[in-house]
């Protein structure tokens, strides 16, 4: 079996990987294989790599050209990681908010990894422990824009 995967996902394909296949000739039912060789060279265009699969197909169902989804299953181990609701991206940079000892919010801009089942990794920016905001960013950093902005007439006032 030939598959495609992106240029961002050839760091996690591995020899040997299963490989878990399904076509819509066969719903529900579930093929079995594993990764055999990866392409050495990347498809420039479309931005993806070609790897070759063998799958148990004893009872010759599956057939040349038949178009099938595949589920490759690899290890992401441990790592520190953040839902995908806790990162605001400002464009230049992505920020997640963290609780201080005070009760209080504050930025961080944090180095993201990779992204699987709705969690950003953290490379950098972040510790293990830290208490992150993971819903309402929107009003944490609107409200800390207006208390700079009053902060700044109040000093304004002041002189």
């Not at 591995?14 to 060279?41: H, N, Q, R």
């Not at 479309?46 to 010759?60: E, F, K, M, P, Y």
């Not at 992204?115 to 409200?143: A, H, M, P, R, W």
């Amino acid at each position: 079996m030939y598959l495609t995967i992106y240029e961002y996902e050839s760091a996690l394909v591995k020899e040997g990987l299963p490989v878990e296949i399904e076509t819509i000739a066969y719903p529900g039912e579930i093929f079995k294989g594993s990764i055999v060789s990866i392409a050495p060279v990347l498809n420039t265009a479309t931005r993806t790599l070609n790897i070759r699969a063998l799958v148990n197909n004893t009872s010759n169902k599956l057939k040349l050209g038949m178009y099938v989804n595949a589920e490759i299953t690899y290890n992401l181990g441990n790592k520190l990681a953040v839902p995908q609701d806790a990162v605001m991206d400002s464009g230049t940079r992505k920020i997640v908010f963290i609780a201080d000892a005070n009760g209080y919010f504050k930025p961080i801009e944090v180095t993201l990894g990779s992204k699987s089942e709705g969690y950003y990794e953290i490379l950098q920016g972040l510790s293990v422990g830290e208490e992150v905001v993971t819903s309402g960013n929107f009003l944490v950093d609107s409200e800390s824009k207006l208390n700079a902005v009053l902060s700044q007439m109040s000093d304004a006032n002041n002189k």
